[in-house]
């Protein structure tokens, strides 16, 4: 008889995206979001170091952001900043394109990071302002509705 061997699987997405919604749902006690941010970091997949990645840039809570940082600090090392920067960039839409061979200097690090602020726009309106409204009017639908009933009853009425 063979001794049983332990598959290692990878993670399906549903495992990341369940894992990701207990790290990431504000009402999930700490405890379990923190030991989901732990699950995440064994996973070796990009859609799971960009959710702790996200936990890393943006959590308020400072204990798990911190948390996500460690997760990813023992992946990455030293390159961490670079991978969070990167992951920055992804997320915001804000690709910068640089020269390698440039010196960094504190005044493109502070013109770098003002790029880099997210500008939530409001998602609804603060006009007086009806929106307009594309297609048939309400109105002309009860019309026709009205018609073909009134039709359908002198119909039966005449020719039955």
Do not use: C
Request: no cysteine; charged share 25%; hydrophobic share 35%.
């Amino acid at each position: 008889m063979l001794p049983p061997t332990e598959s290692h699987d990878p993670a399906s997405r549903s495992e990341i995206y369940g894992l990701a919604t207990i790290a990431g749902h504000a009402t999930t006690p700490r405890d379990l979001r923190i030991k989901a941010i732990r699950a995440l970091a064994r996973i070796p997949d990009q859609n799971a170091i960009r959710v702790l990645g996200e936990m890393a840039l943006w959590e308020q809570d400072e204990e798990l952001r911190n948390e996500a940082n460690r997760s990813l600090e023992a992946t990455f090392g030293d390159d961490l900043p670079e991978v969070l920067e990167s992951i920055r960039q992804e997320l915001t839409g804000n690709w910068v394109e640089s020269n390698p061979d440039e010196d960094d200097d504190e005044d493109e690090e502070t013109q770098n990071a003002s790029e880099y602020q997210i500008v939530r726009q409001p998602e609804y309106q603060t006009s007086n302002q009806t929106p307009r409204v594309e297609g048939t009017p309400l109105g002309l639908l009860w019309v026709v509705l009205g018609l073909v009933i009134l039709g359908g009853v002198l119909y039966f009425m005449f020719f039955r």
